[in-house]
């Protein structure tokens, strides 16, 4: 819905009045519901690609490594920004 739409049904002419309000309507919204953050931990196997996820996840926040070599430190994985080059491998 646009803000145009929001003041047409609130029978206003008075955009930044509108946007104001729109603004509050967000920040209520936002402190009102409950934000649940979930850390899961698994082992990274040999030859293994996918990896089973919880079943109640909404959104991924993101993927790290733990880097043996590294003085153990964890090693953020960054996302894939475009799609992923596929080549066919013709040799058996």
Known sequence: MTVLEMM??????ETN??????????????STSEI?????????VKNTRDYDIPTDLIALD???????EDDNKFKIIRR???DPIVIDDTNP
Do not use: G
């Open 62 to 68: 993101n993927v790290s490594v733990l880097d043996t």
């Open 36 to 44: 649940v953050l979930k850390v899961d931990k698994q082992n990274i």
């Open 17 to 30: 009045l509108a946007i104001s309000f729109i603004k509050d309507a967000i920040v209520k919204i936002q």
């Open 8 to 13: 047409e049904r609130a029978n206003t002419r």
């Open 80 to 82: 894939i920004t475009d």
